[in-house]
Every structure is written in C-alpha cells, then in structure tokens.
C-alpha cells in the first residue's frame, strides 16, 4: 500500500509539474487585443462648476489569444471574447477624459444607448435600465435595486428585448422624458417614472407619453445621439436680426447663382442644399414684411457681400442648440460674429472646418481645422459657453496598431475654443487602452 500510495500520489503530480514546467519554459503565451471603443446612442453635455463634461458609453470587445508553445512555435491557440460596457467623462475644454469606469463585461451586444441626466444620475439603456452617478461613475440604479425598491412592482419590470431585435423608439418600454425623467412601461400595462434620489416608481397617467414636455434646466437633460454621417441641422442658412422698424436684418450664406435667383423671388431656402457642392459668400440683406393670402411674411432683398469675408465651401452657420427647431444661428459678442462650418475640400481627403467671422466687414477672426470628415453631433453647451464640442469621424485620423484594414473609422471628439479658434481633439480609436479609473 505504501508503494501504491506514493505511485499514485507521483501520477498525481505530472500534469501539475508539467504546467508549470510549460510556463516556466515561456512555452504558454496569452496576447490581448482590444477592439475600437464604440460610442452608444447618447451624448450628454453637462455644466458644473468645474467646467463642462461629456458623458457617453462605450462597448468595446477584448480579445485574449492564448498560445501553447508560443506564438511562433505553438501547436494551439484559444481564445476568449469578452465585450466590456464603460462610462466615459470627458473635460470639455480640454477633450481629456477625467473618468472610465467600467460598467459591466458580456459576451453578447444588446440594445446599449444613453437616454438622459437628471439630478446628476445618467440614465441608459444597458439593456436594463441603469443609472449612473455623474460624479464618480458608480451604478446607482439596477434591476436589483429598482425592485429592492419597490416590491411590488418587481415581478412585472420590463424584461430586455431579445438582442436580434431592433425596437424603434415608439416600441422602447424604456424612455427618457424632461417632464418626467426616466419612463418605464411594465408588464402589467402601467406606466411609471423613476425618482433618482430614492429609486421610487411613480404611476403616471394615460395621457403621459403625449403630453407636452416641459423644460426643467440644469434638473433634466436628454442626450442626442451622434449622426451616423452628417448631423445637417447643426447649421443653417442665415441669421434674422431685429431691428426698430417691422423690417428684419438678415446676415447669411449665398452661392453665386443665388444672387439673381433671390432678387426675382426674394426669398432663399433656411439650409444649403449639400446636394450641390457649392462656394458660398456671406451677405446682408433686409427681410420685409408683406401680407399674403396666408398671412404676413418676410422678404428677402440682398443689400452686398461683406467685403473681406472669404468664400466658402459647402458652408452652413453654427447653431446655439441642434435640439430647438427651428434652429436659430449661434451668434457670438466681443466682436459679434458668426461661426461658418465649412469644407477645405471636396472627396473623402476632405475635412471640415470652424472660422469666426465678425461684421460689418466679414473679417475672419480664427479658422480652425477640425480633425472630422463628418460632424456627426454639434454641442455648443449653453450660451456665452467658450469651448464648443464635436463628435464624427475622420478618414485620415491616425489608427490604433490593432485596427484592421476594413474597419470603420472610430469617433473623434474635437473641443474648440470659440474665444482663439484653439483646437484640442481626443482620438478614441488610438485610445483604445486608455486606462480605467480606480475604484
């Protein structure tokens, strides 16, 4: 027996004392590879009193390749996938993040976006509701404390739909609202709203997914989601300035083959038309007041191009808030002037360019060369705000040592001071690794 015992015991031993003698020898080689951070559904610009933030959430996939006797001369590899979920706090004047918190690890992408802020909580759809503290990232609002918070609602919370289906926003059961904040249609047919503080469900009536919103400042905020192209109503035409008289003056971008066109019809589209790529001059006008069969309205007469303004390229004005329609140009004091978002050219080498230009004259007080091919969200923050934010993609922005040769562009955020026209940009792809903050 004694002999069996230590016969066994040694068998025993071999595949311990093998695995160790393959790690010891650098036989096993386990190599990570993390994928682009792509942006959810939902960006959110917030003021506090240390300046304005971002906050967003991104999927990301981490592959690890683990490879028996080596890379080079190993027999076998595995891999393992996992795809993390992380809050993102960006400062704005800087473009920098300030946090990454990870949120949670799954094997699978489910429906993921941002919905909105309210009393410093953000709101997303993970796809379980979730709420996260603005302020250090920290998940306050769960599946599990929703229903720790209100028993008897906890056997008819919204199931997550199945990951292979898309739901429209009219289907989602759960919204964002600023009259009401996070929204939740339960199993039962009822509607309720979640208090952020306490976590407490709150029955609202029938007529609550219609009834008007009303805005509630710094309390509520929704998120916008970044344009998978183009985000078009960031700009507009022109600009309609009061004046003493019932006569408007009006201060806008005109192509050249517009000119004649307006002084027959007196009037010009609020958009470019981007269907034709086109050179554009900045011009005054006076819009008229005339009564028609369908009441009052306004006539356009050019008066002149301002003088030292530049042409521009497939040009539109900035506007102060993409979420108010009709939107209304952002206009800046000290000098007051317009900001003109505008092209350095045509094609995909082409990228999209910010310049201040101030009256009467037209003079160009900065232009400021933006690292976007596309402005996919338009984030002026509120006003008199000095540092806008951009969100898209550039084609020839510099790429991760991990990104494929097929892969999408991944987002670029883009901070620009509207005072000097200085530029600072975050490049989420070359970031892949960024850090995560500490717990």
């Known amino acids: 027996m ?40 939902g960006v959110l610009r917030l003021a506090s009193d240390q300046g304005d933030r971002l906050a967003f959430l991104t999927s990301q996939w981490e592959r690890r390749y683990v490879y028996v006797g080596g890379r080079r001369t190993g027999s076998s590899r595995r891999s393992v996938a996992h795809l993390h979920i ?26 993921l976006a941002v919905l909105g802020a309210d009393r410093g909580v953000l709101w997303a759809r993970l796809p379980d509701l979730i709420g996260v503290r603005l302020a250090d990232g920290a998940v306050v609002a769960d599946r599990a404390r929703l ?27 759960l919204r964002f609202t600023l009259a009401h904040g996070p929204v939740m249609l339960l199993d039962d047919g009822r ?22 919103e009303a805005a509630t400042g710094a309390q509520r905020q929704r998120a916008l989601a970044p344009a998978n192209g183009m985000q078009w109503n960031a700009m507009v035409r022109g600009l309609n300035i009061a004046r003493n008289d019932r006569d408007l003056d009006w201060l806008g971008l005109v192509a050249e083959r517009e000119v004649a066109q307006i002084a027959r019809e007196r009037q010009t589209t609020s958009v470019p038309d ?47 808030d993409p979420q108010v329609n009709p939107p209304r140009a952002l206009w800046r004091r000290d ?31 900065w232009r400021a060369e933006l690292p976007l091919s596309n402005v ?22 510099p790429r991760s040592p991990w990104a494929e040769e097929r892969e999408d562009p991944s987002m670029q955020i883009a901070s620009v001071d509207l005072d000097t026209g200085a530029v600072a940009a975050f490049n989420l792809d070359v970031e892949r690794s960024w850090p995560l903050t500490p717990a």
């Open 147 to 173: 229903a720790a918070a209100n028993p008897a609602l906890a056997s008819v919370l919204p199931q997550p739909p199945d990951r292979t289906l898309f739901l429209t926003p009219q289907q989602q059961r």
């Open 86 to 111: 992380d809050f993102w706090l960006i400062d704005v004047a800087t473009a920098r993040p300030l946090r990454r918190v990870r949120l949670g690890t799954d094997k699978q992408l489910g429906d």
């Open 2 to 41: 004694p002999n069996r015992r230590r016969f066994a015991l040694a068998l025993g031993a071999l595949p311990a004392l093998s695995g160790a003698g393959l790690l010891l020898s650098g036989c096993s080689e386990t190599v990570t590879e993390h994928g682009p951070a792509r942006v959810a559904d």
């Open 191 to 212: 509607r309720v709203r979640v208090d952020p503080s306490t976590l407490q469900a709150h029955a609202l009536g029938a007529a609550a997914a219609t009834e008007p």
């Open 376 to 397: 996919g969200l338009w984030l002026p923050g509120e006003p008199n705000a000095r540092h806008a934010t951009l969100l898209g993609t550039w084609l020839n922005a």
């Open 274 to 320: 981007f269907t034709r790529p086109e050179r554009f001059k900045l011009y005054r006008g006076r819009l008229r007041p005339e009564t028609t069969h369908f009441g009052v309205r306004h006539r356009l007469e050019l008066v002149q191009p301002l003088p030292e303004a530049p042409e521009f390229l497939f040009a539109g004005l900035a506007v102060e």
């Open 335 to 365: 000098p007051d002037s317009v900001l003109v978002l505008h092209r350095d050219r045509l094609g995909d080498q082409g990228r999209w360019l910010l310049s201040r230009v101030a009256g009467p004259a037209g003079r160009v007080v």
